[in-house]
């Protein structure tokens, strides 16, 4: 059964600062990987999608790899802004479902 | 695009009763996914339709839930009876279903309430 891990479950950073958000799986028969953004009392916002064949997209400040074999993603977000505060969610699509598994998140707060 | 549209925003209801959650997709997508979230579990699947077909429903929590999808642009979810348990945000989301390199989109979601 495929699950999905994003840590930290927290993170509190600097206006300004890069950073590195983390997604782990544990079956790397995937046919991609999303991120998304969710903001307090809202859904959530599809932001980069990669497929398997992949192993990187970009979107503005925005850089998300996939290494399969390892299981793993990481979500890179450039010169962080107060407005990217938010509960940021990685999910895959396994090659035996047609949906997708969700991590619990990694809740970003920048400081002005 | 007005997105997927969901209603009614907010629900409360009392033990027992019966909630109907409704959502319309997106136009010309053909995949609609009904998830629940709450803090303990995050987001977990209920039901899954293709071309207005359930495919996977496993994630559905017992007898008491059911979805149905009459047409492409409307679905429902209806909880009977209630129970404080159920208390969460339901999700309804679509995609185009042409391949597998295209994203999920999500409404605003149902925060459902049972006392």
């Known amino acids: 059964k495929q699950e999905v891990t994003q840590i930290p479950a927290a993170l509190s950073v600097p206006e300004g600062e890069n950073l590195v958000l983390n997604c782990s799986f544990t079956d790397s028969a995937i046919y991609n990987l999303q991120w998304f953004r969710q903001d307090p009392g809202k859904g959530l916002t599809s932001l980069l999608l990669i497929q398997s064949s992949q192993r990187e997209q970009t979107s503005g400040r925005l850089n998300a790899s996939l290494d399969k074999s390892s299981g793993r993603s990481t979500l890179y977000i450039a010169a962080s802004q107060p407005g990217d505060s938010a509960t940021y969610l990685c999910?895959?699509?396994?090659?035996?479902?047609?949906?997708?598994?969700f991590g619990k998140g990694t809740k970003l707060s920048v400081k002005p | 695009d007005a997105g997927v549209i969901q209603s009614p925003r907010h629900e409360v209801t009392e033990m027992g009763q019966e909630v109907t959650l409704r959502c319309k997709p997106i136009s010309g997508h053909n995949s609609l996914f009904w998830y629940r979230q709450t803090m303990m579990r995050g987001l977990e699947l209920l039901i899954y339709?293709?071309?207005?077909?359930?495919?996977?429903d496993s994630g559905m929590p017992e007898d008491r839930f059911s979805a149905k999808m009459p047409n492409a642009s409307f679905s429902t979810l209806k909880i009977q009876p209630s129970e404080p348990r159920d208390s969460a945000v339901y999700f309804c989301?679509?995609?185009?279903?042409?391949?597998?390199?295209?994203?999920?989109?999500f409404g605003n979601g149902t925060r459902l309430t049972v006392t």
């Open positions: 339709f293709n071309n207005n077909v359930p495919i996977d």
């Open positions: 989301a679509s995609r185009l279903r042409d391949g597998y390199a295209s994203p999920l989109h």
């Open positions: 999910a895959v699509e396994a090659r035996s479902q047609g949906n997708l598994i």
